[in-house]
């Protein structure tokens, strides 16, 4: 199990621990600086999702020459001043203007923390020696935004025996803050957990965003946090944190985003985009290797994970799938269908586009990747977040409507060895003739028919426009819980708010079985039966029709027991009557709401 990049290695992780434990409070001056001016000319601080780059993929790997000085040793004032010019030279015009500075900006090189001497964190000077301003100062004159860190909770270097004074608040002190037992929190419980009944906490939180303010950051992730990180219960629950520091970034007057991390609960999506602007939905991108990625470490889990989030993002607050490492090749560690088909996956997702790599050494295919503006488009419009449309096997299939009409499809080969994919534009409730974009090869491919099939590499994608020039699909729509249906096994029918009829069947497990009778077509052929289910994590069902021998297919999560989707199954059905069955097997099946199947192929 990997951690998110505060700590992850396992030696460095109990250094960590001890260097918290062990550090004592510096008595470096309290910061008075003038704040910076708030950006006046956003309207809302995420009104899209942001994109830049961020230091930790290079910090974290292990690549020749990165760390020369020690693991993490990546992180220095020089280097990120070395990332911002270059990010203002070749990627700012395309929309990446955020420079964020990851984990360790308070750490010497043995990972030891510095702080005031009011618990705050400060930078360390061999790190950072003109200070987190200097550099905030550099990043704005390029016309960029700055970003930085910090770990949820009261880091426990800077608690002090409880008698560390917190700023701006007469009478509080660091005893105050936490609870008497010192419980710890954050992923890796490198902190005390804050305790809100005591207005001193707020206070503490209050001050490190006014310092951020003061040195004039945009932008904060805050990491560690809970529930995720790999924890649970209550002492992780780091909800009163994040709505701490939302309402302490207000009182600064300064619009700063605020980013969670990592792998973050999806039962609290609600309280993420209440307090905060974004998301990490996974855990790190990043392998700890001798590259910055691999497309197994966890590159590849998103298409797992990432459909589960797709209706929580939206202005104001989005889904992050972490960094984009697609820009240096060998570094990277990534072919180039699997580069592609990484970026493909983050932008019809909306996710943060932000990029780890060296800046200065970007490849000429990395390039074209990142400075894609159609691609970007796809992330930055006003669509919603794309979905599967068909079930989540080796060949997949997303999309989603666009305001003018038109249609984001993606094509994903996530087999080892080439295959073929296929988007029926039934999937997409249409029929007929339909034009298509290639965004990535900026070309007009002409007219299709009714579909589109691609031969894709191994990792392999497309990403295209889909506009329909045919006619709706004239469809006829079957109930789950109708009385017409055979229900065996365990299979019920339950009350639905989210489904068509207010109802749905469930309790498809061990042997459950939903056969839909009488599902009537004109003629034979294969045709693409739209189901709708209810899922609160993929699972898998047998689905065939009439006598055949059916295909075990697995369903992307919907997010919830109560959010309603769909995917596309092909299907042979005859002329006449016919089945269709949804068999649990010996496993769980997702909860039924109804098909649709087209009058015709």
Same mark, same amino acid.
């Given at each position: 199990?990997?951690?998110?990049?505060?700590?992850?290695?396992?030696?460095?992780?109990?250094?960590?621990?001890?260097?918290?434990?062990?550090?004592?409070?510096?008595?470096? #001056? #309290?910061?008075?600086?003038?704040?910076?001016?708030?950006?006046?000319?956003?309207?809302?601080?995420?009104?899209? #999702?942001?994109?830049?780059?961020?230091?930790?993929?290079?910090?974290?790997?292990?690549?020749?020459?990165?760390?020369?000085?020690?693991?993490?040793?990546?992180?220095?004032?020089?280097?990120?001043?070395?990332?911002?010019?270059?990010?203002?030279?070749?990627?700012?015009?395309?929309?990446?203007?955020?420079?964020?500075?990851?984990?360790?900006?308070?750490?010497?090189?043995?990972?030891?923390?510095?702080?005031?001497?009011?618990?705050?964190?400060?930078?360390?000077?061999?790190?950072?020696?003109?200070?987190?301003?200097?550099?905030?100062?550099?990043?704005?004159?390029?016309?960029?935004?700055?970003?930085?860190?910090?770990?949820?909770?009261?880091?426990?270097?800077?608690?002090?025996?409880?008698?560390v004074p917190i700023w701006n608040a007469p009478g509080c002190t660091t005893g105050d803050i936490v609870y008497p037992d010192l419980r710890t929190t954050n992923g890796w419980d490198s902190a005390y957990k804050l305790d809100?009944?005591?207005?001193?906490?707020?206070?503490?939180?209050?001050?490190?965003?006014?310092?951020?303010?003061?040195?004039?950051?945009?932008?904060?992730?805050?990491?560690?946090?809970?529930?995720?990180?790999?924890?649970?219960?209550d002492n992780y629950n780091n909800v009163a944190d994040v709505a701490a520091w939302q309402k302490a970034i207000g009182a600064t007057g300064r619009p700063i985003h605020l980013e969670l991390s990592w792998s973050l609960d999806?039962?609290?999506?609600?309280?993420?985009?209440?307090?905060?602007?974004?998301?990490?939905?996974?855990?790190?991108?990043?392998?700890?290797?001798?590259?910055?990625?691999?497309?197994?470490?966890?590159?590849?889990?998103?298409?797992?994970?990432? #459909?589960?989030?797709?209706?929580?993002?939206?202005?104001?607050?989005?889904?992050?799938?972490?960094?984009?490492?697609?820009?240096?090749?060998?570094?990277?560690?990534?072919?180039?269908?699997?580069?592609?088909?990484?970026?493909?996956?983050?932008?019809?997702?909306?996710?943060?586009?932000?990029?780890?790599?060296?800046?200065?050494?970007?490849?000429?295919?990395?390039?074209?990747?990142?400075?894609?503006?159609?691609?970007?488009?796809?992330?930055?419009?006003?669509?919603?977040?794309?979905?599967?449309?068909?079930?989540?096997?080796?060949?997949?299939?997303?999309?989603?409507?666009?305001?003018?009409?038109?249609?984001?499809?993606?094509?994903?080969?996530?087999?080892?060895?080439?295959?073929?994919?296929?988007?029926?534009?039934?999937?997409?409730?249409?029929?007929?003739?339909?034009?298509?974009?290639?965004?990535?090869?900026?070309?007009?491919?002409?007219?299709?028919?009714?579909?589109?099939?691609?031969?894709?590499?191994?990792?392999?994608?497309?990403?295209?426009?889909?506009?329909?020039?045919?006619?709706?699909?004239?469809?006829?729509?079957?109930?789950?819980?109708?009385?017409?249906?055979?229900?065996?096994?365990?299979?019920?029918?339950?009350?639905?708010?989210?489904?068509?009829?207010?109802?749905?069947?469930?309790?498809?497990?061990?042997?459950?079985?939903?056969?839909?009778?009488?599902?009537?077509?004109?003629?034979?052929?294969?045709?693409?039966?739209?189901?709708?289910y209810v899922s609160g994590d993929p699972r898998s069902v047998t689905v065939f029709s009439n006598s055949g021998n059916g295909t075990s297919l697995k369903f992307p999560s919907t997010g919830d027991w109560s959010t309603a989707?769909?995917?596309?199954?092909?299907?042979?059905?005859?002329?006449?009557?016919?089945?269709?069955?949804?068999?649990?097997?010996?496993?769980?099946?997702?909860?039924?709401?109804?098909?649709?199947?087209?009058?015709?192929?």
């Open positions: 199990m990997r951690s998110s990049s505060y700590s992850v290695m396992p030696v460095l992780r109990a250094a960590v621990v001890l260097a918290l434990t062990a550090g004592v409070a510096t008595t470096a #001056p #309290p910061v008075h600086a003038d704040p910076a001016p708030a950006d006046t000319t956003t309207a809302a601080v995420a009104a899209k #999702p942001y994109m830049g780059w961020s230091s930790w993929s290079m910090q974290s790997s292990k690549y020749p020459g990165l760390n020369p000085d020690g693991d993490y040793s990546y992180l220095t004032e020089a280097n990120v001043l070395k990332q911002t010019d270059a990010l203002a030279a070749k990627l700012k015009q395309y929309g990446y203007d955020h420079v964020n500075i990851d984990a360790g900006w308070w750490m010497d090189k043995n990972w030891k923390s510095g702080f005031d001497q009011y618990g705050r964190q400060t930078p360390d000077p061999v790190r950072f020696p003109n200070g987190m301003k200097s550099v905030a100062d550099h990043i704005h004159s390029k016309g960029l935004k700055a970003g930085i860190y910090l770990p949820a909770g009261l880091e426990k270097g800077a608690y002090g025996d409880g008698k809100f009944d005591n207005s001193c906490a707020q206070k503490y939180v209050d001050s490190q965003a006014q310092m951020f303010a003061d040195w004039g950051y945009d932008f904060l992730k805050l990491d560690g946090v809970g529930p995720g990180s790999f924890k649970s219960g999806i039962g609290h999506a609600a309280d993420w985009k209440k307090y905060s602007n974004g998301w990490r939905i996974d855990t790190d991108v990043e392998c700890y290797c001798n590259t910055l990625v691999t497309w197994e470490n966890s590159v590849n889990d998103r298409w797992d994970d990432a #459909p589960a989030w797709s209706r929580k993002a939206g202005p104001g607050g989005w889904n992050d799938l972490d960094g984009i490492d697609v820009g240096n090749g060998e570094m990277d560690g990534l072919t180039k269908a699997e580069r592609q088909s990484y970026m493909t996956l983050w932008a019809i997702n909306k996710s943060p586009l932000f990029t780890g790599d060296d800046l200065t050494k970007l490849d000429s295919y990395g390039v074209s990747l990142l400075t894609n503006k159609e691609v970007i488009a796809v992330d930055q419009n006003a669509s919603p977040v794309a979905r599967p449309v068909t079930p989540v096997g080796d060949q997949q299939v997303w999309g989603t409507k666009n305001s003018d009409g038109s249609y984001t499809v993606a094509l994903f080969n996530l087999g080892d060895s080439p295959a073929s994919v296929t988007a029926d534009w039934a999937s997409f409730g249409f029929t007929g003739n339909a034009s298509v974009r290639d965004l990535w090869n900026k070309a007009n491919l002409g007219t299709y028919k009714n579909k589109i099939t691609e031969a894709l590499p191994a990792h392999g994608s497309r990403l295209f426009t889909v506009t329909p020039g045919g006619s709706t699909l004239t469809t006829t729509g079957y109930e789950a819980e109708a009385a017409a249906n055979t229900l065996s096994g365990n299979a019920s029918v339950a009350g639905c708010d989210a489904c068509s009829g207010g109802k749905k069947v469930g309790n498809l497990y061990s042997g459950g079985k939903l056969r839909f009778n009488d599902v009537t077509v004109k003629k034979d052929g294969i045709y693409t039966v739209k189901v709708s989707e769909t995917v596309s199954v092909q299907l042979a059905l005859k002329a006449g009557s016919n089945t269709i069955t949804f068999d649990s097997g010996s496993g769980y099946a997702p909860d039924i709401d109804r098909i649709v199947v087209p009058q015709s192929v």
